[in-house]
C-alpha cells in the first residue's frame, strides 16, 4: 500500500495511504497526472493543499480513512449483514458531525475544495439539519446572521406563506 | 485560510448554499427565505422555482394556468405552493351543501372536475349522468349501459367507466378543444380487453388504467386505447390507483404496489379483516408515491410509508367502525365513505403527526389539534351506504345508495368566516356598549332574575352550540334521513323555501317575545336580517352561524338539537325533540308557527335579553 503526503497551508503533513485519498477527488487527479508523468517513483508524493487549515485537513482525513474502511467492510460482508453495518455508519456519521458551526464552514469549504462528494453531502446535510424546525429568528441567532429584510418585505413573504409562517 | 471571525455561512458560495436549501422540506425552505435577504434572493431564482415546482407537483396535479404562463410574468411557485396550502384550509370552514337528484339507484361512483364545473355519476340505474356543479342541475345523461356502472374516472381530456359485464370499457373524449360542450354523452367508443367485469378505472396524464375480476390489470395508452401491457394479479382486483411511479391495486383481501412502468410486484399488504372477506381494502396514495393509504372493512384508514422497507411501518389514520367504501385524497384532506353514510373529511398530515403518538387516534389530536387551528376530522353523516367519494378543489361530494349525491362546495368558506368574525365582534361591541350605559344608569345594582344566567352563560350556551356545529356538523339543517329527501330536483329551490321558513319562523318568534322586548333596537333586528340572508345563501353544512343566532332567537325546541344538553347546565325544560325541520314545505311552516305559539316560557328562557334590553331602554 503506498503513501502520500499531504501538505496543509500550515506546512503540517500528514501521511495517507493512496486508496483513501482518492476519495478526495482533487487529490486523485492530481495523482493520476502525477503517476502519468513521473511514472514509478519510490519516494512519497508530497501534495501542497494551500487552501486548507491544518485541523480541517486532519478531520477530511478521519473522514477519507473511515469511509474507506467501511467500504471495505461493505464489499467484504454478507449481505444479511448490510442493514447493521448501515446503522454502524450512520452512527459514526453522527458522532463525526458533532461539531461546531465554525468548524462545520470549514469543513464545507475543505470537502469542496477537495471535492469529496460524500463528506459534501454530510456537510450539507448537518447544515441543513441546523435550519430545519426554526423560526426565521432563532436560524439567524444560529448563524449570526443580520436581519437585511425591511419589515415590509418580510411582511410581504410571511403574507404570501402563512401556512408555515405563523 | 481566513481566520474564523470573518467566516460566515454566507462565505460559502451559492452553490453550495443551494445544497444546503436542498435538504430542507418546504416549510424549513419557507422560514429560510424570510431570514435575510441574500437567502430571500436564493429561494427566487430559477433553481429554486424549479424546486418549488416539484414540491406543488409532488403533493397536486399543476392546473393548467399554472403551467402556461399566459403573457406576464409567472408567478413564482412558491406563490403557488403557499396559496395552495392557504386554499386546502377552506376544508376546516363551512360549506354549502347540494344535493344531487334525479338518479333512480344507488350511486357507485362519481368524479370530480370543478375547473370545468362538473361532476360525474355512475349509478346502479345504468346511467351516468353529467352534472353542473354550482347550479346543481342535471346537464345530461347517457344511454342505458348493458349493466350497473362500477366504475369511472374523468379529467378535462377523458371521461372512462365500466360499460359492460364483459369487461368493456366506455370512453369519452372530451370536445374541449374542438370548442364543444366538454363531454358529449351521445358520441363514445368501446374499448375491449378485460374477460371480466371491470370494477375500477383510473386516468394519469399518459395512460388509462383498468382493474377487473379477471385478475387483471391493464394499462391503456390514452391517445390510441391500446393495451401497452397486463399485470397480473392473485385476486379480483377492485380498485386501482396510479401515484408516482406506482400502481397501487387492492386484489382480494391485499393492497399491493406495482411498478407501473415494468408491472413488476413491489409491496403486498395484507388488510387484515376478519370480519368481512369479500371486502376488499381501498387504495390512494400521495401524488409523489410516498404514501399509501388503506380504508378496510374495519373502518380503519391506514397509512402506509412505502419508502420505509418494513412492511409494518403503518399509521392508523382513524378508526371509524363502519366499513369503507371509498376513499379519496386531496392534500392533506382524505375524504372517505363509509357504509353506515357518513362521509369523513381527514386531515391527514395532522393525523400522522398527531394521531399515533398519543395512542388515542385522532380524538386526543382533536382537542388539541398540533398548528393550533386545523382540525382532523369533521363528519357529514348521511343515510343509507355511501358508496363512492371524491374530493377536488374545494368540493367534496358523495353519493349514496339513495340515489342521491350529496356535496360540499368550501369555495366560500374563508369569505363566511370573516364575515362572521365581524358579527360577532360587532355584536361583541353592541353587548359592551349596553352594559356601559347601564352602568352609567346606575342599572347595575338592580338585581336580575334568575341571577345565574348573567351574560356570560348565555355565551357560554352559545359557543358550545357553534362548537357542536363545527364539530359533528349536524346541523338542524342538515337533516337526517327521510326528511331531507322530499323530492326536490336540486337544491335551487329548496333554499328560498328553507330560508323563508326560518324567516317566518324567526318573525314568528318575535312575537310572544313581544311583550318583554319592545324595545329591541332595530340595529340588533338588522342584524338579525342580515343572519337571515347568511341562512338563504349559505344552507350552512357547520350551522355555527345559523345555530348561533337561532339559539339565541328561536325557542329552544327548535334551536339545535344540542340544546338539550346546554339545558342539562342551564337547568331549563325543554320537551323531547321533534325532528329537525329541514326541506321545509308549507304544512311544516304552519307546524312551527303553531309550535312557536305554544311555547310560553319565552320569556323566562331568556331573561338577559329582556333585562338588557330595559336596561337600554332606560339608557
Not at chain 2, 393525523?351 to 387516534?361: F, K, Q, T
Request: glycine share 8%; charged share 20%.
Amino acid at each position: 500500500m503506498r503513501n502520500i503526503v499531504l501538505r496543509a497551508n500550515d506546512g503540517a503533513d500528514h501521511v495517507i495511504s493512496v486508496a483513501a485519498a482518492s476519495l478526495c477527488k482533487t487529490v486523485a487527479s492530481l495523482l493520476q497526472d502525477l503517476e502519468a508523468s513521473k511514472g514509478e517513483d519510490t519516494d512519497p508524493l508530497i501534495v501542497p493543499l494551500p487552501n486548507v487549515c491544518n485541523c480541517t485537513l486532519q478531520k477530511v482525513l478521519g473522514f477519507c480513512e473511515q469511509q474507506r474502511a467501511f467500504d471495505e467492510l461493505c464489499t467484504a460482508s454478507p449481505a444479511a449483514q448490510q442493514a447493521d453495518l448501515t446503522r454502524q455508519i450512520q452512527a459514526w456519521q453522527m458522532e463525526y458531525m458533532q461539531v461546531s458551526t465554525d468548524e462545520l464552514y470549514h469543513l464545507v469549504m475543505a470537502a469542496h475544495y477537495l471535492n469529496v462528494p460524500r463528506l459534501l453531502d454530510l456537510c450539507t446535510d448537518a447544515m441543513a439539519e441546523r435550519i430545519r424546525g426554526k423560526s426565521p429568528a432563532q436560524v439567524r441567532e444560529c448563524f449570526g446572521l443580520k436581519p437585511s429584510l425591511s419589515p415590509e418585505e418580510e411582511e410581504e413573504i410571511r403574507r404570501s406563506n402563512l401556512w408555515a409562517l405563523n | 485560510m481566513e481566520d474564523s471571525s470573518s467566516l460566515s455561512i454566507n462565505s460559502l458560495s451559492a452553490g453550495m448554499l443551494h445544497g444546503i436549501f436542498d435538504f430542507l422540506c418546504p416549510r424549513d425552505l419557507c422560514a429560510a427565505s424570510v431570514t435575510c435577504r441574500y437567502w430571500r434572493h436564493l429561494n427566487q431564482d430559477s433553481a429554486a422555482n424549479q424546486a418549488w415546482k416539484a414540491f406543488y407537483a409532488a403533493r397536486w396535479q399543476p392546473s393548467e394556468p399554472q403551467l402556461s404562463s399566459p403573457g406576464k410574468k409567472p408567478l413564482p411557485w412558491q406563490a403557488h405552493y403557499g396559496r395552495k396550502m392557504r386554499v386546502q384550509r377552506v376544508f376546516a370552514g363551512r360549506a354549502r351543501q347540494d344535493s344531487f337528484f334525479g338518479h333512480k339507484g344507488g350511486i357507485k361512483c362519481l368524479g370530480l372536475l370543478p375547473g370545468h364545473n362538473i361532476m360525474a355519476t355512475g349509478s346502479m340505474d345504468r346511467t351516468i349522468k353529467l352534472w353542473d356543479l354550482n347550479a346543481g342541475m342535471q346537464i345530461a345523461t347517457s344511454r342505458l349501459q348493458p349493466c350497473a356502472v362500477r366504475a369511472l374516472a374523468l379529467d378535462q381530456g377523458m371521461l372512462v367507466c365500466s360499460a359492460s359485464t364483459r369487461g368493456g370499457l366506455r370512453v369519452w373524449r372530451s370536445g374541449a378543444a374542438a370548442g364543444k360542450t366538454l363531454f358529449d354523452l351521445g358520441a363514445s367508443r368501446e374499448v375491449t380487453g378485460h374477460t371480466g367485469p371491470v370494477t375500477s378505472v383510473a386516468l394519469n396524464d399518459e395512460c388509462l388504467f383498468s382493474g377487473s375480476w379477471d385478475y387483471t390489470v391493464r394499462i391503456w395508452s390514452r391517445s390510441r386505447l391500446k393495451c401497452l401491457s397486463v399485470i397480473p394479479c392473485s385476486d379480483w382486483v377492485w380498485g386501482v390507483c396510479p401515484r408516482g411511479s406506482n400502481l397501487l391495486v387492492a386484489a382480494g383481501k391485499h393492497a399491493c404496489v406495482f411498478d407501473s412502468d415494468t408491472g413488476r410486484a413491489l409491496r403486498r399488504f395484507d388488510s387484515g379483516s376478519e370480519r368481512n372477506v369479500l371486502h376488499s381494502p381501498r387504495v390512494e396514495g400521495t401524488r409523489d408515491g410516498r404514501l399509501l393509504f388503506v380504508g378496510n372493512a374495519e373502518g380503519d384508514l391506514l397509512a402506509y410509508d412505502l419508502r420505509s422497507s418494513s412492511l409494518t411501518a403503518c399509521n392508523t389514520l382513524w378508526q371509524h367502525g363502519a366499513l369503507v367504501q371509498s376513499i379519496a385524497f386531496d392534500d392533506p384532506w382524505m375524504a372517505a365513505a363509509m357504509d353506515d353514510g357518513a362521509t369523513l373529511l381527514l386531515n391527514a398530515d395532522a393525523a400522522m403527526r398527531g394521531g399515533r403518538a398519543s395512542g388515542l387516534p385522532g380524538r386526543a389530536a382533536l382537542s388539541a389539534p398540533p398548528g393550533g387551528s386545523i382540525a382532523v376530522k369533521r363528519q357529514f353523516p348521511g343515510s343509507g351506504p355511501a358508496y363512492c367519494v371524491d374530493i377536488a378543489d374545494q368540493w367534496l361530494a358523495c353519493g349514496s345508495d339513495m340515489s342521491v349525491v350529496r356535496a360540499w362546495d368550501f369555495s366560500g368558506a374563508e369569505e363566511v368566516q370573516a364575515r362572521l368574525d365581524a358579527t360577532k365582534l360587532q355584536r361583541a361591541q353592541q353587548r359592551a356598549q349596553r352594559r356601559e350605559r347601564g352602568r352609567h344608569a346606575g342599572r347595575r345594582l338592580q338585581p336580575r332574575f334568575p341571577p345565574q344566567w348573567d351574560t356570560s352563560g348565555d355565551e357560554d350556551i352559545c359557543e358550545h352550540d357553534s362548537q357542536n356545529g363545527e364539530d359533528l356538523l349536524d346541523s338542524p339543517c342538515m337533516a337526517p334521513d327521510g326528511s331531507h329527501c322530499a323530492g326536490e330536483a336540486s337544491s335551487e329551490p329548496q333554499a328560498s323555501p328553507r330560508a323563508k321558513s326560518q324567516h317566518q319562523g324567526s318573525e314568528g318568534m318575535r312575537i310572544p317575545g313581544q311583550e318583554t322586548q319592545e324595545a329591541a333596537s332595530a340595529s340588533q333586528r338588522d342584524s338579525l336580517h342580515t343572519e337571515v340572508d347568511q341562512q338563504r345563501s349559505w344552507s350552512v353544512a357547520g350551522g355555527a352561524p345559523s345555530e348561533d343566532v337561532l339559539s339565541r332567537s328561536l325557542p329552544a325546541h327548535l334551536g339545535t338539537p344540542r340544546a338539550g344538553s346546554g339545558s342539562a347546565a342551564g337547568g331549563r325544560q325543554i320537551r323531547p325533540l321533534p325532528p329537525p325541520l329541514v326541506r321545509a314545505s308549507g304544512c311544516c311552516i304552519e307546524a312551527r308557527a303553531a309550535q312557536v305559539s305554544r311555547m310560553t316560557s319565552w320569556d323566562i328562557q331568556r331573561p338577559r335579553r329582556s333585562s338588557s334590553d330595559s336596561v337600554k331602554a332606560a339608557g
